[in-house]
């Protein structure tokens, strides 16, 4: 069983450039989170994707947008970076939506993103 | 928003001692959930709730789901080097569209041998 790969693990970008993050799921896994963790707080959600489409999102403006396609894996891409856009970027991976959501995330290990 | 506030927000503990964490809210969810973070790694899930009241145990750990719906609190038992860490607290209300998880800031857990 293939655990959730995510890339790259880290990356310094500049403020106003664009990133995509990239993330594998777990082995038959169809619905894919994205949460973003400041240092020293905990994970804070994105959105997450569900057959290749958005099903919720959290409190983060437009410039945060995401792909899912139809292996499951999926991509982050984040416009007009911010200096508090540095933080750990985790994707999570997980069975079912909605109500059959259970909660229980499988995460990756992150992806380290610096804005300078 | 919804927050979730977990306690204490660090612990220095002899090998050996028990350990005990909470997290309260003033919402009511429907699923309570326990990660364990590692440096450089992502969170893994150690406990999950879904019922209130409802107590679980995995290993030495044991978790409750708070009968409120409001709280959750986690025990280790005879803590190990190993058990070093930061414990986050989640909760989530499941049934409508979103399916997304709050998360509390976190208990980092030092153990000395």
């Known amino acids: 069983e293939t655990g959730v790969t995510q890339s790259p693990t880290h990356l310094i970008k500049t403020r106003g450039q664009q990133v995509t993050l990239r993330c594998s799921s777990q082995?038959?896994?169809?619905?894919v989170s994205w949460y973003q963790q400041a240092l020293g707080q905990g994970p804070q959600f994105i959105f997450q994707?569900?057959?290749?489409?958005?099903?919720g999102r959290g409190n983060f403006p437009p410039r945060f947008s995401g792909l899912q396609f139809p292996n499951y894996s999926s991509e982050l891409n984040v416009n007009a970076l911010e200096l508090d856009d540095s933080a750990l970027y985790l994707c999570?991976?997980?069975?079912?939506?909605?109500?059959?959501?259970?909660?229980?995330?499988?995460f990756g290990e992150g992806s380290r993103l610096t804005v300078l | 928003g919804q927050q979730l506030n977990q306690s204490p927000q660090s612990m220095f503990i002899q090998e050996g001692e028990d350990v005990s964490m909470n997290c309260t809210s003033s919402?009511?969810?429907?699923?309570w959930l326990w990660y364990k973070q590692d440096p450089g790694e992502g969170p893994v899930l150690l406990i999950a709730?879904?019922?209130?009241?409802e107590l679980t145990s995995n290993g030495r750990l044991t978790a409750q789901f708070g009968i409120t719906r409001k709280d959750s609190f986690l025990n280790i038992s005879a803590s190990i080097p190993s058990d070093v860490g930061i414990y986050f607290c989640?909760?989530?209300?499941?049934?409508?569209?979103?399916?997304?998880?709050?998360f509390g800031k976190g208990t980092k857990l030092s153990v000395k041998p």
């Open positions: 999570a991976s997980s069975l079912g939506r909605g109500s059959t959501n259970t909660g229980e995330l499988f």
């Open positions: 082995s038959g896994h169809n619905t």
């Open positions: 994707y569900y057959r290749e489409e958005e099903n």
């Open positions: 919402s009511i969810f429907n699923t």
């Open positions: 709730l879904y019922k209130a009241g």
């Open positions: 989640a909760a989530q209300n499941y049934g409508g569209s979103q399916g997304n998880l709050i």
